[in-house]
C-alpha cells in the first residue's frame, strides 16, 4: 500500500484502487492562479536584477522552450509546465550570476558541464512551502482517507518534492493524531540538496509558527501545535519524534 503525496500544492484528492490497493495522488497542474503566485514571488532570488534586465528580448521564449527539454532529456527533471515568468527569472538570473550572454549558451553549458546543470537546478526548484498547506486538504484525508488506512497493517507515504520538509512534518503530525504513525513508513524525497538538508535538520524560524498554528487548527488538528517543536529564540526545532522520514535526494 502506498500515498503518494508529490508536489507543492493540493487542489483535490483522487483515491486511486490498482489491485486492491490505494494510491492517492494530488493534482498537481499548475493553475493561472498559481502561477500568478510565483509570478507575484521573488523572495529567493540571490539579488534583484536590473528591471531592463529583466525585460531583455535577448531571451527568447523559444530558447527558454529548448532549453527545459534538454534539461528534461538529459537529466529527468521536468519544469515545462512551471511558470513561465517563474522560469524566464530564475534563468535570468543564473545568466547574471555566471557572465554567459544567452538561454542558447547556457543549454551548451547543461549538456556539457554537470556542476553547472546541478547549479541551475537547484535554481529553478522551487521551496516555497509551509505547515499544514491548504487546510481543507488535510481535512479531508482526516475524514475520508484514514478510516480507509486504518483498516491495513502498515502505510507508506513518499512525499516527492518535500522541499525544506513542512509538508513531510504535517503529515507526520497527522498520522501521530490518527495513531498511524508507528505503522507508516515514510520517504521524503528532493533533488534541492540544500532544501533537504533543511528538511534533515527540522529547525525552522519561530516567526512562521503563529500562521502554522491556524493552519493545523484549520486542518482538524486535535491538540496543541507547539507540544511539537521546541523554541530556542527566533528558531524552533521540531521534535525527534517525527523525524522518522527516510529523507533522500531525487
Known amino acids: 500500500m502506498a500515498i503518494q503525496l508529490g508536489g507543492f500544492f493540493f487542489e483535490k484528492v483522487y483515491p486511486i484502487f490498482f489491485e486492491g490497493k490505494i494510491v492517492m495522488s494530488e493534482d498537481t497542474l499548475f493553475t493561472k492562479k498559481r502561477n500568478k503566485f510565483y509570478s507575484d514571488f521573488e523572495g529567493d532570488q540571490p539579488f534583484k536584477l536590473k528591471e531592463s534586465f529583466m525585460k531583455s528580448r535577448d531571451i527568447q521564449d523559444t530558447e527558454i ?24 527569472r530564475r534563468l535570468i538570473s543564473r545568466l547574471a550570476l555566471s557572465g554567459l550572454s544567452s538561454i542558447s549558451e547556457m543549454q551548451t553549458q547543461v549538456l556539457q558541464d554537470k556542476t ?10 522551487i521551496t516555497v512551502t509551509e505547515m ?15 478510516p480507509i488506512l486504518k483498516t491495513y497493517p502498515f502505510v507508506k507515504i513518499w512525499h516527492a518534492g518535500c522541499s525544506t520538509g513542512e509538508e513531510a512534518y504535517s503529515m507526520a503530525i497527522l498520522l501521530k ?5 508507528e505503522r507508516s513508513i515514510l520517504y521524503a524525497t528532493d533533488f534541492n540538496e540544500q532544501a533537504l538538508n533543511v528538511a534533515r ?8 509558527m503563529k500562521e502554522y498554528t491556524i493552519n493545523y487548527q484549520l486542518s482538524g488538528g486535535s491538540g496543541f501545535f507547539s507540544d511539537y517543536y521546541t523554541s530556542d529564540g527566533e528558531m524552533v526545532i521540531m521534535n525527534q519524534t517525527l523525524k522518522k522520514y527516510s ?3 531525487s
Open 116 to 125: 553547472f546543470a546541478s547549479k541551475l537546478l537547484q535554481d529553478l526548484s
Open 65 to 88: 522552450n529548448l532549453l527545459l527539454e534538454v534539461i528534461f532529456e538529459k537529466y529527468g527533471y521536468d519544469f515545462r509546465q512551471y511558470s513561465e515568468a517563474h522560469i524566464r
Open 177 to 181: 493524531e490518527e495513531g498511524l504513525y
Open 247 to 249: 529523507m533522500g535526494s
Open 132 to 146: 499544514f498547506r491548504d487546510p481543507d486538504f488535510y481535512v479531508c484525508l482526516r475524514k475520508k482517507v484514514i
Open 201 to 208: 535538520e527540522g529547525i525552522f524560524r519561530n516567526r512562521s
